[in-house]
């Protein structure tokens, strides 16, 4: 994961005009996010059902993971070794209760996919946690800031019209300067975007009650990018998993869970 000590330093003005910089840089990066896409072994998602069950002590917590290709847990052969397996695990080893999960999404969607496609369905069920993760798509893009803060304040104010009793978290973007199959300027100026737009949501959701957006987590062990190295693999979405919840039980979010 990246590093917050050793992140480029970007400046608050740099943050606001990353999509302007990005366009204008266009005539290069976008022959190399074309060439990057050609080369790179595009993974398959992870076999369903995307969902599963962890065993723990009382009734279940049931938690909901929706995303993008991180939902669908692409760069592992089974669901139960991606990001809402890992998630499952870390919240009942945290908590001690049972934890029932699915996830919801598809590979390549942006936070406005997840929206039009994906969030109705998706909250047609119980909810105990919402883990959201999204936004990689929404940099590859170059979607505004501003859309991308619409999008995650649907998501949040409808999980909790529907569900009002949830925590919901939401991961921190990818830190893009530390992927070494990017080439340079698209690794830099992916970089500058997507923390525009983190920047852009973390100040819907931290501003909600029982709500957080991780912080940026510690650097990227080794091993854990799967072979196409832009996915996680199985010890890449545990060790994802396991800074996600214990970042949220840190902040209090799950101490009505927590074992006495």
């Not at 599963?52 to 847990?73: F, K, M, R």
């Not at 893009?141 to 925590?167: E, K, W, Y």
């Amino acid at each position: 994961m990246n590093d917050a000590r050793h992140a480029p330093h970007i400046p608050a003005i740099a943050l606001r005009l990353s999509r302007a910089a990005a366009v204008l840089r266009g005539a290069v990066i976008l022959p190399q996010g074309r060439r990057l896409r050609r080369e790179t072994p595009r993974l398959p998602d992870a076999p369903g059902p995307w969902l599963g069950a962890v065993e723990g002590d009382g009734e279940p917590l049931h938690l909901l993971v929706l995303g993008d290709s991180t939902a669908a847990g692409v760069g592992v052969e089974h669901a139960d070794l991606g990001l809402g397996g890992r998630l499952a695990e870390a919240l009942a080893a945290r908590t001690g209760r049972a934890v029932s999960w699915r996830a919801h999404g598809r590979n390549g969607a942006t936070a406005a996919d997840l929206v039009r496609g994906h969030l109705a369905a998706a909250l047609d069920g119980p909810v105990d946690v919402l883990f959201l993760t999204v936004g990689a798509n929404d940099a590859l893009a170059l979607r505004s800031a501003r859309a991308f803060r619409r999008d995650v304040r649907r998501i949040v104010s409808a999980t909790r019209a529907q569900h009002p009793g949830s925590v919901v978290l939401m991961s921190s973007l990818p830190a893009f300067f530390r992927f070494r199959l990017l080439p340079e300027p698209l690794r830099g100026t992916l970089y500058r975007h997507s923390r525009a737009l983190e920047a852009a949501a973390r100040s819907i959701v931290d501003a909600e009650p029982e709500a957080r957006m991780s912080p940026p987590p510690p650097p990227y062990t080794e091993g854990f990018f799967a072979s196409d190295e832009f996915h996680p693999s199985a010890l890449g979405y545990r060790d994802w998993a396991e800074f996600a919840v214990d970042d949220a039980a840190e902040a209090g979010l799950l101490a009505r869970w927590s074992r006495a």
